[in-house]
Antibody, heavy 125, light 110 residues
Framework: EVQLLESGGGLVQPGGSLRLSCAAS????????MYWVRQAPGKGLEWVSG????????SYGDSVKGRFTISRDNSKNTVYLRMNSLRAEDTAVYYC??????????????????WGQGTLVTVSS | QSALTQPASVSGSPGQSITISCTGT?????????VSWYQQHPGKAPKLMIS???DRPSGVSNRFSASKSGNTASLTISGLQAEDEADYYC??????????FGGGTKLTVL
């Protein structure tokens, strides 16, 4: 059974930093692209970032480029999101998500077949 | 990257059919066959309903179908049931090597 378990959310002041983690199990982790998708309270889904199975290809949404960094440790089956210079508008539930396409060398960006339960990040003074 | 355009809300009675549109550009929806649809119930994570424009994952009811014409993709739900009431999102691969979501559509089953 595929499981994605996020952690690291919480309350942080504007300008602060936070690191989210997502522990994965139930599939060959290094063969799949992984993503972070967020959802502000009462709002829609926003794609944040993605990383290929190998970790060699990375992409970011315009709103977080230069502030957020995605990475993965395939030996620990874990994907991370380092968030710097946080703003009030970054307040959201952050979901870890897995692509359905089996390709270790490609940032697939096809379809998300599994989602974590989400972790809430609140940016407020 | 601008969000894909979806109607804010749609509604239908049990047993009826509804269609949700998702409009993008030639740089996303129109340029690639990588459009997906997700269902999200309140307080829950999204669920994949359709991938690659028309493919229905195992376990998803055949009442859900989808298509694409030009820069617009569509999700059709036939034989509406109360459990279909949820938010629905489309997404697409983009030419910038990102994913973009639609703004979401709230489906109300009357």
């Amino acid at each position: 059974e595929v499981q994605l378990l996020e952690s690291g959310g919480g309350l942080v002041q504007p300008g602060g930093s936070l690191r989210l983690s997502c522990a994965a199990s139930g599939f060959t982790f290094n063969s799949y692209s992984m993503y972070w998708v967020r959802q502000a309270p009462g709002k829609g889904l926003e794609w944040v970032s993605g990383i290929s199975g190998s970790g060699n290809t990375i992409s970011y949404g315009d709103s977080v480029k230069g502030r957020f960094t995605i990475s993965r440790d395939n030996s620990k089956n874990t994907v991370y999101l380092r968030m710097n210079s946080l703003r009030a508008e970054d307040t959201a539930v952050y979901y870890c998500a897995k692509d359905q396409t089996w390709r270790w060398d490609l940032l697939a960006l096809r379809a998300i077949d599994y989602w974590g339960q989400g972790t809430l990040v609140t940016v407020s003074s | 990257q601008s969000a894909l355009t979806q109607p804010a809300s749609v509604s239908g009675s049990p047993g009826q059919s509804i269609t949700i549109s998702c409009t993008g550009t030639s740089s996303d929806v129109g340029g690639y066959n990588y459009v997906s649809w997700y269902q999200q119930h309140p307080g829950k994570a999204p669920k994949l309903m359709i991938s690659e424009v028309t493919d229905r994952p195992s376990g998803v009811s055949n009442r859900f179908s989808a298509s694409k014409s030009g820069n617009t993709a569509s999700l059709t739900i036939s034989g509406l049931q109360a459990e279909d009431e949820a938010d629905y999102y489309c997404s697409s691969y983009t030419s910038s090597s990102t994913l973009v979501f639609g703004g979401g559509t709230k489906l109300t089953v009357l």
